[in-house]
Nanobody, 124 residues
Framework: QVQLVESGGGLVQAGGSLRLSCAAS????????MGWFRQAPGKEREFVVG????????RYADSAKGRFTISRDNAKNTVYLQMNSLKPEDTAVYYC?????????????????WGQGTQVTVSS
């Protein structure tokens, strides 16, 4: 069982930055691949980025490439999402997710545990 708690969301102007954190409970965090998803009002949840269990391999959605960076600290049971050059279209609830497996995943059904989400709002 893994519990995930996101933090770091908020209101930021376009062009600004935010750093999201996802703290995981449990001693087996390092055996999970992790991912970030987001869901904007009226839209389906979409993949943002995934990272493997060691942090060696990552996969970004096209919308995130060059602007977002995922990282993880297994000693702290935490995964991070650094978001730069934010745009109004990045406005969404951002969710952290854990997948029982070592390789990163890109589909929501491949993830086993989800956080409650943190709101990110980017004003123009």
């Amino acid at each position: 069982q893994v519990q995930l708690v996101e933090s770091g969301g908020g209101l930021v102007q376009a062009g600004g930055s935010l750093r999201l954190s996802c703290a995981a409970s449990g001693r087996t965090f390092s055996s999970y691949a992790m991912g970030w998803f987001r869901q904007a009002p009226g839209k389906e949840r979409e993949f943002v980025v995934g990272i493997d269990w060691r942090g060696s391999n990552t996969r970004y959605a096209d919308s995130a490439k060059g602007r977002f960076t995922i990282s993880r600290d297994n000693a702290k049971n935490t995964v991070y999402l650094q978001m730069n050059s934010l745009k109004p279209e990045d406005t969404a609830v951002y969710y952290c997710a854990a997948s029982a497996g070592t390789r990163y995943r890109t589909r929501s059904y491949e993830y086993d545990y989800w956080g409650q989400g943190t709101q990110v709002t980017v004003s123009s």
